[in-house]
């Protein structure tokens, strides 16, 4: 079974940061494309960022540059630095994993901003 597993959620002030990891497994890593979505309470499950194998990546339009996503190939290990996070970005983060209609998810990281 896919495993991926995220950390660095936590509590933080408004205006302040995170990084988030996520950890996967090498034979999925190399080839897939992964992400980050996240899921506020009531609301539905949407897209942050994605970066492909490649290391292109895409971002939602709503983050006007305060986040970013990367990876580190050694460490099979997806990143995603979060900067002058808002109330508003208060939500469960999930690491994805997709290639050709085959999607993996990690557990979920809270994090929780407070104003």
């Known amino acids: 079974q896919v495993q991926l597993v995220e950390s660095g959620g936590g509590l933080v002030q408004a205006g302040g940061s995170l990084r988030l990891s996520c950890v996967t497994p090498?034979?999925?890593?190399?080839?897939?494309?992964m992400g980050w979505y996240r899921q506020a309470p009531g609301k539905q499950r949407e897209l942050v960022a994605t970066?492909?194998?490649?290391?292109?990546?895409n971002y939602a339009d709503y983050l006007k540059g305060r986040f970013t996503i990367s990876r580190d190939n050694a460490k099979n290990t997806v990143y995603l630095q979060m900067n002058s996070l808002k109330p508003e970005d208060t939500a469960v983060y999930y690491c994805?994993?997709?290639?050709?209609?085959?999607?993996?998810w990690g557990k979920g990281t809270l994090v929780t901003v407070s104003s």
């Open positions: 994805n994993a997709e290639r050709s209609g085959t999607t993996y």
């Open positions: 090498a034979s999925i890593f190399t080839i897939y494309k």
């Open positions: 970066i492909t194998s490649g290391g292109r990546t």
